[in-house]
């Protein structure tokens, strides 16, 4: 009990207590500054630890040093010299007397407070050297730690493939469930760009093997081979007891030889997921990717899930959407988001699969709602297209749409949705060069996709280069040689070199193939429906558009409800047929329009074909079907307006026009589209008496050309049949004698319908006194 009242006694006195306060605090402060560069300035994520071991070491020393030293100078007070009584017990008083030796000890002179703080500044400046030399190995790419981009390996912005991972653990989904959480986290490296599975569907045709086909590493491998690809990422999945054993290799496609292996292990299912994460990190800063980005970056289960089961689901469901089985995507995605209801990255995917399969807008609108909603749970890329797809879809709010897409691109020079989809918005408001850019950008980088083909042949048709189309057409088929559009697409630069024949002979060989897909078949039907109309083949035109709708509906695709009312718009907006809309009449009377779902009931389209035919309160009684039995969460951004300029129609027609031109001129605003709705705005200047504005929009469609965006055969056929009769109105001869030329000489051959329309066009010009051409 003496001794340990004398040990204390001996702590306190020489101030070891406020040394070890002092130190630790400091410790503290030091591990705190560590771990902020680590995070912020991109050190090597060891740091702290080696931070933390230098401190330890240290602890005893300074220990030490307070003992031998009696504390620290600056804390050497009242206690320094002060002796207890007890102490003195059993002493002499010449011993008491005697001076103690004056010359220090040799752990006198090996533990002062010099030498601590020489040693403290020497650990500092060890790991300082370490993390500098650590660093400089990286970025230089010397030794085992040299990065990929240094030692020139690969690039930066290089497009690897990752292969699914394989599996050996008793549970047959995980190798499914790494793979995607490791692609999940790798889309936020600017330096390993993984390259889509949808990207790589026609190397896997070309290597004869179905575009859903498991990417092993052997087929990843000869994927990357033949496209130009320099590597792979592949792994394993393994089972240690009850914990798993993540590995990964980055492996040269040409050679086979890894380029850089990966080790983690997790305990358990509940370790799974920062493994992973931890897995990525490794793989990210090996390949050359700054630190810093990596350090700052979202923590895995925050951009997917901390559900293993959801993200088990959402592995399946992915699978099942590259198939294209639609229908099991859903069934799973709705699994995954009961499991995890803020998992954004399964909602984002169920929203784009409602939209593909068309099979109920409404859910997509919801699930497009949820991504968004829960958008801060997704990778910055991921957000972003997020924010783009809902605001597309669901606010109609198009600068949003750009900027997002901008945002993308930003980030990923060579995102193929962004590219595709930021063209689109250029093409829809007349910016034909900048829409052109970007599907060349698309289709000549890692972006490419037969959806940006399909646009740049359009487009560069659009700029009356049809040659050019068909030359990347040409491509386009080369790559993707069982894409039928490669072959229906031909349509539109050959009508507009005026190879009718030609164009229709395309579509023909698409439709009676019985081996080519319904949807393919009726888009087919769609062509000839618009081949027809170029020729004034009316009764053509009318049945390849029921054809088409027929066909549609075997398919599940967008034709599928406009059985009736497509083909009967279009004899609408051409002709008012009686028939036609007594049939329509006729459909809705009987229940068939109010059984079918209030979104499947395509009310745009109905109260369209009303309002052309002139039954105004039919059409008004379809808009209050809309209003009343669809809820207000599910009216997409782009419905709502069609139904905003059908109103305007209505009163156009009807002869209230107060406010219809600032309507139709918000509506077409809104969309931010140049040539959307124009024949309906044409129409309904007719309808107020303003022709001359009528032929500036009917003319308008005429001068661009076959496109299928917006502009299409429909248009141009109502402009030419309407323009001759407007240009007299208003008492321009020469242009009215022009306009009904057009339509003699681009209908010589039209049939028994469409001839009705030349003779009438005759006549008018005999009238006018116009020698026929």
Known sequence: MYFLRKLLREIHRRSIWQVLGIYLAGSWAVLQVTDSLTQFAGLPEWTPTFALVLLLVGLPIVTATAFIQRGMPALRGEYQDEVAPEDLEGQTPAEVLVEPEKHPLHHERLFTWRNAILGGVGAGTLLVAAVVAYLAMWATGIGPVGSLVAQGVISAGEPVILADFTNSTPDSTLGDVVTAALRADLVQSPVLRLVERASLEDVLRRMQRDPSTQLTPDVAREAAQRDGIKAVLEGEVGSVGAGYILTATIRSAASGSALGAFR?????????????DKLSQDIREKAGESLKNIHTGQPLDQVTTGSLDALRLYSQAEAAFYRGDYP???SLLQQAVAADSTFAMAWRLMAVAYSNSGLDPSKMVAAATEAYQHRDHLTEIERYLTEAFYNDQVT???AAVRQAY???LRLDPDNPHALNNLGNIYLATDALEKAASLYERAISGRGVSNIAFQNLAKTLVAQSEPDSALKVLDAYEARYPDDANAVLLRSFPLLEMGRVEDAEAAARSVVTDAARPVNDRAYGYLILEETGLVRGR????????????????????AYGWQVLNWAVWLEGLVKPSAEGVGALKDWMADGRFTSLPPLGRDHVYVAETLILAGDLEGARKVIRDFRESVPDAEKSAATVRNIRLLEAMIRARGRDTVGVSSDLQSVQDDQGCW????TEIALAHEWMHRPARAIELHESVLAHLY?????????RTAAMLRLGPLYEEVGDTAKAVEAYQRLVDRWGDADADGQTYVRKARERLAALGAAES
């Open 264 to 276: 983690v292990s997790a305990a358990g299912p509940d370790d799974l997921i920062p493994a992973i």
């Open 328 to 330: 099991s995507t859903l």
């Open 396 to 398: 109609g709010n198009q």
């Open 406 to 408: 901008e945002n993308v």
């Open 538 to 557: 009316l009764a053509d035109a009318r049945r390849f558009a029921s054809e088409a709708a027929r066909v549609g509906a075997q398919a599940g695709v």
């Open 675 to 678: 040539s959307c709705y124009r």
């Open 707 to 715: 496109t299928w965006v917006e502009i299409n055969p429909v248009d």
